[in-house]
């Protein structure tokens, strides 16, 4: 590109997920339904997280759903393979409990953390992980489900238990405590690959100052860029497209780039 | 032989590997005497301002990266390791001074309320120093990787390498004779941040 032929600004984000089940990342076919057991192996972290990465990631997420004591210590170990070889952005989240949590996987080669029930059970997570490690650091997750014509409330534990919390009211609670970026997962849409929820999606981008990152739902490349324009998300976070070869991160970006989303190519 | 000071910062581990990538040699330096005889030292940083200002204190490194830059070796600060350099910070009442190389201070993205806060994501660098070695092979308008709510604003626009447009045009690296700041992560910025690296390397081979 030549310089200054068009003016410089900051893309919008492709990322794969890789949910992490004793060493293996693994996908549910719906929300919930990993937990239960019903789990997709698809491979190794690390040589997936390289393909991404080879693809053109804009970052990669992992998810520790094992969430024992013997699970997180593996994903240490994930952390600090992908982090060796991929230099690229990372985010790791489940079973984060205490900014010492924070701390072992900061050192590991992660660069955010994503908290989810435990910011529920202690919004004072976010607070103490913002101010040790700063607002950049601290990833809000939030799973929400439409339970009313114009409601949204927020599902702890893997989306079994309601909160009763009005998902918006909860992001903006949980940035002015100090969280940096919130991730906003649609129950409803999770694995249907029927698109993003872009009602709530919207709703949460507008209501809160830091980038929200739309996951949930993601079927094809046009939903990918109906809720960076209309849901007004800063990034798509997407898993089984990837992961079972429909499409590469590179053909989402090439996408977007044709419809004008910006994108780093 | 690189020094890679080390006083708890969370990126430590990923500056390291990436340097190793890039080509060098590097040693973990927790105190002054560990990084005197090296050839060039980095600072990583990520987090709160004061927090890593009161950790180089503790370790005796504010003194010692101070020494070391006026030996002319080269000395490259990443993120809050390059807001550092400046005098202070507005970050939370911030009351820790900075080392003070650089005059000026780190102040927040304070834009349109449109404007998300931190800025996260791959942005673009405009090039204003092209002679700047660590840019060598770097085209103007590559990406690289910003996770950050405060940047430096330099007193001297002379010492801004390269500018990035978030809300403003902002000071996103900062090259004066031998010491080199850079507010987004070249250790998180793939190819791009490599090969600023193996250029920063590469100054340690002159």
């Known amino acids: 590109m030549e310089r200054g032929s068009i003016p410089p600004v900051i893309a919008k984000r492709v990322i794969p997920c890789l949910d992490v089940h004793g060493g293996q990342v693994t996908r549910g076919v719906q929300f919930g339904k990993a937990e239960a057991g019903e789990l997709r192996n698809v491979g190794d972290p690390v040589a997936l997280a390289l393909r991404y990465n080879e693809q053109g990631a804009d970052e990669m997420v992992f998810f520790d759903i094992t969430a024992t004591a013997h699970g997180r210590s593996t994903m240490v170990d994930v952390i600090e393979r992908a982090a060796d070889q991929c230099f690229m952005p990372l985010t790791v989240g489940g079973g984060i409990k205490s900014v010492e949590d924070m701390y072992t996987m900061l050192r590991a080669g992660a660069d955010k953390i994503s908290i989810n029930s435990s910011a529920l059970a202690n919004p004072d997570l976010i607070r103490a992980g913002a101010e040790k490690y700063g607002s950049q650091c601290i990833v809000v997750s939030i799973d929400a489900k439409r339970v009313g014509p114009d409601r949204w409330e927020v599902f702890s534990h893997g989306g079994r238990k309601s909160t009763g919390r009005d998902a918006a009211a909860w992001a903006v609670e949980a940035v002015a405590l100090g969280a940096g970026e919130i991730v906003l997962n649609s129950i409803d849409a999770d694995g249907t690959k029927a698109g993003f929820d872009l009602v709530i999606t919207r709703r949460i981008s507008e209501s809160v100052g830091v980038p929200v990152v739309a996951s949930g739902g993601a079927g094809s490349l046009a939903h990918m860029a109906e809720v960076l324009l209309e849901g007004r998300a800063d990034a798509v976070l997407a898993a089984s497209i990837f992961h079972f070869g429909q499409h590469t991160v590179g053909d989402v970006k090439q996408f977007l780039a044709s419809k004008n989303i910006p994108v780093r190519l | ?206």
Request: charged content about 20%; overall charge neutral.
């Open chain 2, 1 to 206: 032989m690189i020094a890679l000071l080390d006083y708890g910062s969370g990126n430590l581990r990923s500056v390291h590997k990436a340097l190793l990538k890039a080509g060098a040699d590097v040693r973990i330096a927790r105190n002054p005497a560990e990084m005197k005889d090296c050839r060039a030292v980095v600072l990583p940083g990520v987090g709160a301002f004061d927090d890593c200002m009161h950790a180089m204190e503790k370790q005796e490194l504010l003194g010692g990266v101070r020494d070391f830059i006026k030996t002319g070796r080269p000395f490259l600060g990443i993120c809050v390791g390059y807001q550092a350099l400046f005098e202070r910070s507005e970050e939370f009442n911030s009351s820790a001074g900075g080392l003070g190389i650089f005059a000026g201070k780190v102040v927040r993205f304070d834009g349109s309320p449109a404007l998300k806060v931190p800025q996260i994501g791959w942005n673009q660098l405009e090039i204003q120093r092209p002679d700047c070695p660590l840019f060598e092979g770097i085209p103007g308008g590559s990406h690289v990787y910003f996770v950050h709510s405060f940047f430096p604003r330099p007193e001297n626009p002379g010492i801004v390498s390269t500018t990035t447009d978030y809300g403003g045009s902002f000071a996103s690296s900062v090259w004066h004779e031998n010491v080199f700041g850079t507010q987004f992560h070249p250790e998180k910025s793939q190819k791009v941040g490599l090969r600023l690296l193996a250029n920063f390397v590469a100054l340690t081979r002159k």
